[in-house]
């Protein structure tokens, strides 16, 4: 396993993300990307896949961008709350109908609320003790409930080419997964069973911006207008040929383990 140590007291409380709120989290641009009709396509999919309807939990709902289109697509289906540490974004969530918890996660008194589904999209790389956000996702998860999990790929093609370069080796990543070190994580609590581990997405855009910067870290309002600028590439009707043969090439990358990212889906079993 791969980790930060001594990890900075405000990554570990939380702080730091609390901090990050309004010059990052609520930028003009990142809202727009994070609202953006396309820009959790790839999760949504994934998630039905798994859990139709019922109580949905997002933790590291930053300003609730995925729950806002689950909620909104299916409004039948799902009844959604977000948990976050960025106070800030959370307003912002609550202002556009999303439920917020105003409590941190793992610790947090739950009151026996049940979820029929738990999702930790790129949140266990900032964690310092991921076992325990797993072992309080299955306390509050209904038997038979899913918890989803997405992280970046340390294994991936961006990382093999960029290594310190890549944008997500940064201080606020404390935990670097690989598919064995992942699957090794879902191990720590038993009342989970696996029922997928996978990978997605894969952004050349990104490659290319981190090739270009050698001037240390990535600015973070680079990120976000590279971000902007992916995410309206994505909505243009005329792109989809190129669409097409980009989704060939992720699957591939996929299947060979060079993806960006990691996807795990585990399930409470149900005794």
């Given at each position: ?209 981190d090739l270009r910067f050698r001037a240390g870290a990535l600015p973070r309002e680079d990120r976000?207008?590279?971000?902007k600028r992916t995410t309206a590439l994505k909505q243009r009707p005329l792109l989809k040929p190129v669409k097409w043969i980009y989704s060939g090439v992720e699957r591939m990358l996929a ?17």
């Amino acid at each position: 396993m791969i980790y930060a140590d001594p990890v900075e007291a405000e990554l570990a409380s939380g702080k730091y993300y609390d901090r990050l709120g309004v010059p990052f989290y609520l930028s003009p641009d990142k809202l727009e990307s994070d609202y953006a009709p396309v820009r959790f396509e790839r999760e949504l999919r994934l998630f039905r896949n798994y859990c139709r309807s019922g109580a949905v939990l997002d933790v590291g709902c930053s300003t609730g961008g995925f729950l806002f289109q689950l909620k909104s697509r299916f409004p039948a289906d799902y009844a959604v709350a977000g948990m976050d540490v960025a106070s800030a974004a959370l307003d912002y969530a609550k202002s556009r109908g999303i439920e917020v918890i105003r409590e941190s996660f793992p610790d947090a008194a739950h009151g026996g609320r049940q979820f029929d589904a738990i999702t930790f999209w790129a949140v266990l790389e900032h964690v310092v003790e991921p076992a325990k956000f797993l072992r309080q996702a299955a306390a509050m998860l209904s038997p038979g409930g899913h918890c989803f999990v997405l992280v970046p790929n340390m294994n991936s093609l961006a990382t093999r080419m960029l290594g310190e370069k890549y944008r997500y080796i940064m201080p606020d990543h404390v935990n670097y997964f690989t598919a064995q070190t992942l699957a090794r994580l879902a191990l720590t609590e038993p009342t989970f069973e696996r029922i997928r581990l996978s990978q997605s997405h894969f952004n050349p855009l990104v490659i290319l911006q981190d090739l270009r910067f050698r001037a240390g870290a990535l600015p973070r309002e680079d990120r976000v207008r590279l971000l902007k600028r992916t995410t309206a590439l994505k909505q243009r009707p005329l792109l989809k040929p190129v669409k097409w043969i980009y989704s060939g090439v992720e699957r591939m990358l996929a299947a060979m383990g060079l993806a960006d990212n990691l996807v795990m889906v585990l399930r409470r079993k149900l005794s």
